[in-house]
Structures are given as structure tokens and as C-alpha cells.
Nanobody, 122 residues
């Protein structure tokens, strides 16, 4: 599984960004997909997950109501729309495939590729 996240950058607090994650056709026809982040000095954090057909999604409390996960299987892409960004959202963001178990457990994901850096200035 090879995943590549993109779309990060520098944004002011209150702004928005949309991240994208591209993978193989096989990935997007077989797996639920999740988004995560790792802030400097912190553990990797679960943010959101979306089911294979895109009809169900779950969010962490820290981003619910601000971030929206979506996917386009025809384009082999999963997205993370991030609104009302805060300085504490500064982190490297990753996507990954869900391999089974509890959605909120980062150990149940794989295919970690290079992330994309999001920096939110105050």
C-alpha cells in the first residue's frame, strides 16, 4: 500500500485547507480510510475515518464540527477539509488504510506514507 498525502501549507488561524491522499486502485476498492496527525513532541493522533463506500464517517472530539473527511474512489483519493483552523492543529498529517479492530486505535492502520505539513499561525 502506497499512500501520498498533499495539500498542506501555512495558513492563518481561522482559515481553511483541504488535504488529499492518493493511493492505488486496489487500496480504494478494499479499505476504509483514515486521517491522522502528529504534532511536534506528541504521539500520532486519530482524526477521522470513512468507510469504503463513503456513507459513514467518525471523528475525534478535537476536530468534529471543523474537519470533514470524504473520498472519491474513482480518483483513488481521500480528502480532509479543514475549517476554522487553530494553531494547535499544526502538525504533519497522514492518511492510512484501516486494517481491522477499533477505528480510534492508530495501531489498526497501515500503509503510512509521507505526510504533509500543516502550519497554522496565530
Amino acid at each position: 500500500v502506497q499512500l501520498q498525502a498533499s495539500g498542506g501549507g501555512l495558513v492563518q488561524a481561522g482559515g481553511s485547507l483541504r488535504l488529499s491522499c492518493v493511493g492505488s486502485r486496489r487500496t480504494f476498492t478494499n479499505y476504509d480510510m483514515g486521517w491522522f496527525r502528529r504534532a511536534p513532541g506528541k504521539e500520532r493522533e486519530f482524526l477521522a475515518v470513512i468507510t469504503l463506500n463513503g456513507d459513514t464517517s467518525y471523528y475525534s472530539d478535537s476536530v468534529e464540527g471543523r474537519f470533514t473527511i470524504s473520498r472519491d474512489n474513482a480518483k483513488n483519493t481521500v480528502y480532509l477539509q479543514m475549517n476554522s483552523l487553530k494553531p494547535e492543529d499544526t502538525a504533519v498529517y497522514y492518511c492510512a488504510v484501516f486494517t481491522g479492530g477499533r477505528y480510534y486505535d492508530t495501531r489498526n492502520y497501515g500503509g503510512w506514507g509521507q505526510g504533509t505539513l500543516v502550519t497554522v499561525s496565530s
